[in-house]
């Protein structure tokens, strides 16, 4: 499967930003996908997580109350709204797929989110 990630920009502290990543081909029930994210000099991060079948989500727990991942079925697409950003959101956000948790079989080819203060 090919994911593409996109709706990474440069925005403002306080600002959202909707990330999406379109698979190209249907996820089964029994998939998962999720977002990480790499910092400038860090490594990249677990940051948000769902469950095809049941939609349940799992989440980093710095962005926990901020960030929402959710899922179009139809679309085969996966969403992450991120409010109330900060500078330290700044990093390439990575989209993957698989079987576990986190999943991590297959990854898009990452979106820069910028967050100036």
Not at 47 to 67: H, L, N, P, Q
Request: proline share 3%; net charge positive; aromatic share 12%.
């Amino acid at each position: 499967v090919q994911l593409q990630a996109s709706g990474g920009g440069s925005v403002q502290a306080g600002d959202s930003l909707r990330l999406s990543c379109v698979a190209s081909r249907r996820i089964y029930s029994s998939g998962i996908m999720g977002w990480f994210r790499q910092a400038p000099g860090k490594e990249r991060e677990f940051v948000a997580a769902i469950r095809w079948g049941s939609g349940r989500t799992y989440y980093e727990d710095s962005i926990k109350g901020r960030f929402t991942i959710s899922k179009d079925g139809a679309e085969n697409t996966v969403y992450l709204q991120m409010n109330s950003l900060k500078p330290e959101d700044t990093a390439v956000y990575y989209c993957a797929t698989g079987a576990t948790l986190p999943p991590s079989s297959y990854w898009g080819q990452g979106t820069l989110v910028t967050v100036s203060s």
